[in-house]
Nanobody, 127 residues
């Protein structure tokens, strides 16, 4: 199983980036997909998740209205469109997958809820 995240980079505050995560070795449409981030010296933090069929998403309050998670099952890829970036969004962003089909917030926010992880892509937002 491989989750390959890409799309990170350096951007000024207010700018946009789109992260991608390409999955292989799994039946992609069987998995919920999520994005987490980890800033230096901080714990890994939940960002957003999307269900199998793209019909339902959930994101953390700090990114609502700015970040959008989406997926293309034909391309085995999940995306995170990030607009209105802020310096506090600076972190390594990780994609993750889980077969556990639940939208209980306390569960999907936990890193241990996810089975597979990508290697991370660095997003740096300058002020």
């Amino acid at each position: 199983v491989q989750l390959q995240a890409s799309g990170g980079g350096l951007v000024q505050a207010g700018g946009s980036l789109r992260l991608s995560c390409a999955a292989s070795g799994i039946t992609f449409s069987d998995y919920y997909m999520g994005w987490f981030r980890q800033a230096p010296g901080k714990e890994r933090e939940f960002v957003a998740t999307i269900n199998w069929s793209r019909g339902r998403t959930y994101s953390t309050d700090s990114v609502k209205g700015r970040f959008t998670i989406s997926r293309d099952n034909a391309k085995n890829t999940v995306y995170l469109q990030m607009n209105g970036l802020k310096p506090e969004d600076t972190a390594v962003y990780y994609c993750a997958s889980t077969r556990r089909g639940t939208f209980i917030a306390s569960e999907i926010r936990r890193p241990l809820h996810y089975d597979y992880w990508g290697q991370g892509t660095l997003v740096t937002v300058s002020s």
